[in-house]
């Protein structure tokens, strides 16, 4: 099972960018994806989730209007688009997916990319 996620980097605030993250090694339409992130001394928060199919989403609030996750199946990959960014967006983000049995819970990380906010 592989996460990879890419698209990080440093940007200036206002600016945008789109992570991407290509996941291999399991059925990637059964499972939920999310994109988290961590700030320097703050815990790992969730910033959007996307349903199986993708017909359902979720934003945590400080991010809702600015940023947009999606998925493509065909491609194994799930995305996170990040406008309007701000200083307090920088952190690693990482990918994850999700999925339950009735006997069992799967769930899957990526390594994390760093995003950059600031002038």
């Known amino acids: 099972v592989q996460l990879v996620e890419s698209g990080g980097g440093l940007v200036q605030p206002g600016g945008s960018l789109r992570l991407s993250c290509a996941a291999s090694g399991f059925t990637f339409s059964s499972y939920v994806m999310s994109w988290y992130r961590q700030a320097p001394g703050k815990e790992r928060e969730l910033v959007a989730r996307?349903?199986?199919?993708?017909?359902?989403?979720f934003y945590a609030d400080s991010v809702k209007g600015r940023f947009t996750i999606s998925r493509d199946n065909a491609k194994n990959t799930v995305y996170l688009h990040m406008n309007s960014l701000r200083p307090e967006d920088t952190a690693v983000y990482y990918c994850n997916a999700e999925r339950y049995s009735p006997t069992r819970q799967y769930n899957y990380w990526g390594q994390g990319t760093q995003v950059t906010v600031s002038s």
């Open positions: 996307i349903s199986s199919v993708g017909g359902s989403t």
